[in-house]
């Protein structure tokens, strides 16, 4: 894409734990959604993190990080490049924590 002259941005949106994952699958199941097994949102809830964090990021032009465990979107971090602008530390931290632990 980018070859073709088009501009790659990542939005990736993450949760504080894979409970709450689960959760939310739980409620989209009630709300006439599909199911996922609970081992296959637990397993994804880490990789999905380290594949954005050490390789999808790395490929896009810009990319941004949100959390979505409170009331609203907090945006977390964005970058461009091998620019890191950190927009809030704690839940890059909590964020980082899932990568440096490996789930």
Known sequence: ???????????????????????????????????????????????????????????ADRWNLFYNSAEHFQEVASGERNQLTITNGDFFELFMQDIRNGG
């Open 1 to 59: 894409l980018k070859r073709a002259g088009y501009t790659v941005t990542i939005v990736f949106i993450f949760l504080k734990s894979p409970e709450m994952s689960v959760a939310r699958v739980r409620n989209r199941v009630e709300a006439g959604g599909h199911h996922v097994p609970t081992e296959d949102v637990v397993r994804r809830f880490y990789r999905s993190k380290r594949n954005f964090w050490h390789t999808y990021k790395d490929l």
